[in-house]
């Protein structure tokens, strides 16, 4: 989700406002006069959160280590940092952490197991969302439900998984990218299995 959102450098809690009520436009005759209308604003704030993992080493262990002890404890903490902060992007309840998505994301579909969800319940997720969004929107999903789209090759004739033509680029399902994240994994019996969206706008 870091790779897909929108990153904002502070030092301290952010308030962002948002635009929670649009006005319509009116057509008026000539000469008349026009109807002012109002924008509803309303405010997120953006918490400052603080991810930590500490390792003790000693300096015996440094001196006589055969491979750079440092770089290696870096890339791992690296590692770990990065998941755990994915974790609370998709699953955060907001409790010393951020709130996830999970929690936020509006729910398009309740299914029992991930082997129920068919191709056209994925086309209705995906025309769940208003048509100014889809244009850059792409899938997040388990791995669980990668492989179930997987399985789901054939549309009305059509292949609905693409392989990426070039390594660093993501295969995709029925047009729009794929990225799998092992964060949405089944972690008991109420679980998201995928997303649908333009991620940008997760700051």
């Not at 998941?83 to 579909?109: C, H, M, R, V, W």
């Amino acid at each position: 989700l870091r790779k897909l959102g929108t990153t904002i450098k502070t030092t301290n809690d952010m308030k962002i406002p948002v635009v929670i009520g649009h006005p319509e436009a009116t057509w008026v005759q000539e000469g008349n006069g026009v109807p002012i209308s109002d924008v509803t604003y309303g405010e997120i704030k953006l918490d400052a959160y603080k991810l930590v993992r500490k390792i003790v080493v000693s300096e015996e262990m440094l001196e006589d280590a055969t491979f750079d002890v440092e770089k290696y404890i870096l890339q791992t903490s690296m590692k770990s940092i990065a998941k755990t902060e994915e974790e609370a992007f998709f699953n955060g309840d907001g409790n010393g952490k951020p709130f996830g998505l999970s929690y936020q994301a509006e729910i398009a579909g309740r299914f029992d197991t991930v082997s129920d969800i068919t191709i056209d319940d994925v086309i209705d997720l995906i025309h769940s969302l208003n048509t100014p969004y889809r244009k850059n929107a792409v899938f997040v999903m388990s791995e669980e439900m990668e492989c179930r789209l997987r399985k789901l090759t054939i549309y009305r004739g059509n292949r609905t998984w693409e392989k990426a033509l070039a390594k660093g680029f993501p295969d995709k399902f029925l047009g729009y990218p794929v990225y799998t994240t092992s964060s949405l994994n089944l972690r008991g019996q109420e679980h998201t299995p995928l997303f649908f969206g333009d991620f940008k706008y997760f700051k």
